[in-house]
């Protein structure tokens, strides 16, 4: 049997005041086990707390009932207190009867008694309570970044600099992401890669970091401060310790004629390539779709021509495995394809083309060498068409997104602008549904486009466009003039919606981390914890949290940086000693628990029984990762068998509640 | 129905979630929003840590009528907890109302943090319909009683 002792608190007089403390004290006392029992006019305080201890260390006592305002405000100071002097913090129950009852119950009796009812139900809970020990678990002192772009860079740097060590992986043949594509970004209109490759050949060099490229992850094991991870490196036929980057082979390989990812196939590039001058690393790939030695075993020019032979046409796929203590997510974003919206003739004429593209019309690494020509016949477009929200914020969104990409109205503006500013004697008309700007700067830059560089902004839809004669015949409505407007335009830019990257739903079910319905990981709290993914140990950064631009990618990479530097720092990590556990004699091994468990805690194995008859045999039973299981217990209620348990809310626990409010 | 007794006071328990519907308890207390005396809470870390084995035993021990709130669809903080609790408890309170428990004494609710006045609405509105039902006379096992 417990010896519980009882402490009712005053709260000054928010308890006392309709609740007869003393008599409340009094009732409690007579309660089997109760050895002790008190109200004071303030628990909480120092003297209050003092009360508390002393009558622990006199009275013996093996559980503690505080009767005093709710759980969520002091159930730790209470703990604490009875932890400072030996009782084990989980034999501390708290009757709620300030919010629940002197607050709302004017009548002193009615308070009175419902207060001993629910003083009653905790004694009845810590008669079951049972002394509960925090597991501990070590930390590995390393972090994982899934996606190399700047979101992932920002990330890995920061946490390099704190001083940890930190993998990158990223699945394309260099690190960069989106970032690398652009021409010029918004609000201040500076070259994307004058400051993105400083931060790329930062990450190369930076000691720390390790970078995966051409990799992808294959399996995730384990949990907060203890993750293992295989990762693939996907053969590229290429040596990379070896290989100098000279570029040689991509410049001899006679198969011309791959379309080129990096300037969204608007131009080719060999079968061996490194996808852009800066790349990081610079490195060349085999592209096994293309190649012909690897296709039909016949060629081998690159083999010949490389100086330092660092070409390997038998390599196969690595697998490493190496262990981490946290994961960031950083995958990242695509446009989404415009091939369903097939009023704008994006699969009809090469002139439409989506923003991505224009971006690379405008830059001058780009397959136009940063001369805006008309992809059709090469000649400088006079009047062009931008069209926002393609695929943005539509409706039964069966063709588009439900949501803003937030990105479009910025960089539309600065492609209109930059459009004006090289070439003066292009029209420029950009179709609307809002032009959202928040943002530092970003509405004066929005007005610049309008008022210095005459750009035409016209509210309203664009219902269709038809090539005829070389040229877009564009329809469309002005809402504000209610008129119909017919443009001939050379070029029509889509500003098309932004979406998570495709393998982003595979990655998130291996890192049980879970996403909305558009495929954008998730928070653990869309306020509180925008960094963190509901599973423990797993961050996110950039836009597959959702659509942002790079001042907001950035700011929040390092804010998963600090998020993680924070976790790897600790040398153990304290668990919740509330969570799962299998009883393993009543276990039938059915999996119906681990159908429910959000976190995947829950694993099975075969252990051996002896059975009444003294033979062995081998069963299949549950078993609660105590570091991974967050201690809801929705386990708990879909055994069958009624194996499993949750401590500090067993069964018995919240049936003896139960119990004690209905007599 | 029946003429309602006056004197009749329900016994009414109410399983709340720890991270929404608990602290929205606390919310009403801290605003001071009354509701019947007759409404006693039970903390579970989720809505769905409330087994089917706690309502049974609550009207078999003469509880009046038992409400489950948990966070809103979306919100739980186990993210799919109080989608299970919704399931069972269909599937729950369609048997009992089959055994005569009838449908208006258990209750599912969604209350969050901030929701202080739908907590105290909620229990208010519970109340009433309980009184309006009168004793669970149907589950109650006289062999529990104490008194
Ligand atoms: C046309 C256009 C113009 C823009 N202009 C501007 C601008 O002017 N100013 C501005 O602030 N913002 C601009 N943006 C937005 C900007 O591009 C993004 O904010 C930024 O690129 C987001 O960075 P990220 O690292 O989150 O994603 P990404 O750049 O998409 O990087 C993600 C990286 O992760 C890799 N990856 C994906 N999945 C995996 C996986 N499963 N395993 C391993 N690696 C993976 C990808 O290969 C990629 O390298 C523009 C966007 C578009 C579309
Ligand atoms: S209590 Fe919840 S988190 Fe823990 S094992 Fe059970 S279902 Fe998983
Ligand atoms: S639900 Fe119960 S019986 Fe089934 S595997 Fe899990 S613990 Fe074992
Ligand atoms: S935590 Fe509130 S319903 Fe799951």
């Known amino acids: ?663 | 129905m029946q003429v309602e007794n006056k004197e009749f006071k329900p016994l009414i328990v109410a399983f709340c979630c720890n991270w929404c519907s608990y602290a929205g308890a606390d919310l009403a207390g801290t605003n001071r929003l009354n509701y019947p005396a007759d409404v006693k809470i039970i903390r579970v870390p989720c809505s769905c840590r409330v087994n089917p084995m706690f309502i049974l035993r609550a009207f078999q021990r003469g509880a009046d009528g038992v409400i489950i709130c948990g966070c809103h669809p979306g919100d739980c903080h186990y993210t799919t907890g109080n989608y299970y609790a919704r399931r069972r408890m269909t599937a729950l309170f369609s048997m009992l109302d089959y055994l005569g428990i009838e449908k208006g004494r258990t209750r599912v609710e969604w209350v969050s943090a901030a929701e202080g006045q739908r907590f105290a609405e909620t229990m208010n509105s519970f109340v009433s319909t309980i009184i309006s039902l009168g004793e669970n006379k149907r589950l109650e096992d006289l062999r529990c009683k104490t008194k």
């Open chain 1, 1 to 663: 049997m417990q010896r519980i002792g009882v402490f009712v608190c005053w709260c000054g007089s928010n308890i006392a005041a309709t609740v007869d403390v003393q008599r409340v004290a009094e009732e409690l006392k007579k309660e089997p086990g109760v050895v002790f029992s008190a109200d004071y006019q303030y628990m909480c305080s120092e003297s209050g707390q003092n009360l508390i201890k002393d009558a622990i260390k006199e009275h013996a006592l093996t559980g503690v009932v505080i009767c005093s305002c709710s759980p969520r405000m002091h159930e730790n100071t209470f703990r604490k207190a009875a932890a400072s002097v030996g009782l084990n913090p989980y034999m501390v129950e708290i009757a709620n009867i300030r919010e629940q009852c002197s607050w709302i119950h004017k009548d002193k009796a009615t308070g009175t008694e419902k207060a001993i009812i629910l003083g009653r139900a905790a004694i009845a809970k810590v008669h079951l309570n049972a002394p509960l020990i925090a597991g501990e678990s070590p930390v590995t002192k390393r972090a994982l970044v899934i996606g190399g772009g700047i979101a992932g860079i920002q990330t890995a740097l920061d946490i390099a600099e704190a001083g940890f060590e930190v993998d990158i992986v990223e699945k394309s043949p260099t690190i960069g992401g989106k970032m690398a594509q652009l021409d010029k970004t918004f609000p201040t209109l500076d070259c994307s890669a004058c400051i993105l490759t400083p931060k790329m050949v930062e990450a190369a060099q930076q000691e720390k970091i390790k970078i995966y490229s051409y990799s992808e992850i294959d399996e995730v094991k384990g949990f907060v401060g203890n993750f293992s991870v295989k990762i693939r490196r996907k053969a590229r036929y290429v040596k990379e310790d070896i290989c100098t980057g000279c570029g040689l082979c991509t410049e001899k390989c006679p198969q011309k004629k791959v379309p080129n990812e990096f300037n969204m196939g608007m131009d080719n590039r060999r079968a061996i390539y490194i996808p852009f001058a800066q790349a990081v690393p610079k490195v060349a790939t085999i592209d096994p779709n293309y190649c012909t030695m690897l296709k039909t075993g016949k060629c081998g020019v690159c083999s010949k021509i490389c100086g330092v032979k660092a070409i390997d046409y038998t390599q196969q796929d690595e697998i490493v495995e190496a262990k981490y203590g946290a994961i960031v997510v950083a995958t990242g974003f695509n446009p989404i394809s415009p091939a369903k919206f097939d009023e704008f003739a994006y699969s009809q004429s090469p002139d439409v083309v989506t923003s991505l593209e224009y971006e690379r019309l405008m830059n001058a690494a780009g397959p136009t060498n940063g001369t805006l020509l008309r992809p059709s016949d090469g000649k400088h477009p006079h009047t062009i068409v931008f069209v926002q929200c393609v695929g943005s914020r539509c409706d039964g969104a069966e063709k588009g997104k439900p949501y803003c990409s937030k990105v479009c109205c910025m960089y539309t503006a600065k492609h209109a602008m930059l459009t004006r500013e090289k070439y003066p004697d292009t029209d420029v008309y950009v179709f609307y549904i809002d032009v959202r700007t928040p943002g530092k700067n970003f509405d004066e830059f929005y007005r610049r486009a309008v008022e210095e560089y005459n750009v035409h902004y016209i509210k309203g839809m664009v219902g269709k466009v038809v090539p005829e004669n070389g040229k877009l015949k564009v329809q469309a409505a002005d809402l504000l003039s209610n008129e119909q407007l017919h443009i001939d335009a050379d070029m029509v830019v889509l500003a098309t919606a932004v979406e998570p990257d495709p393998s982003a739903r595979s990655l998130a079910t291996k890192l049980t981390a879970s996403m909305d319905t558009n495929d954008f990981f998730t928070e653990a709290h869309p306020k509180l914890r925008p960094v963190e993914s509901p599973t423990a140990g797993v961050f996110l950064s950039g836009m597959c949290q959702g659509p942002k631009d790079i001042p907001e990618t950035v700011s929040q990479a390092s804010a998963a940086a600090a998020k993680v530097i924070g976790l790897l720092v600790k040398d153990k990590l304290v668990g919740n000693p509330c969570v799962a556990h299998s009883d393993e004699l009543l276990c039938n091994g059915c999996s119906s628990c681990e159908k429910v468990c959000p976190y995947g805690a829950i694993t099975y194995s075969d252990k051996e029984f002896r059975m009444p008859d003294r033979t062995t045999a081998l069963r299949r039973v549950a078993a609660v990762n105590p570091a991974v299981c967050q201690g809801c217990g929705a386990c708990t209620v879909a055994c069958p068998s009624g194996a499993m348990d949750l401590f500090g809310f067993s069964n018995n626990q919240i049936m003896a509640e139960v119990d004690a409010i209905c007599k």
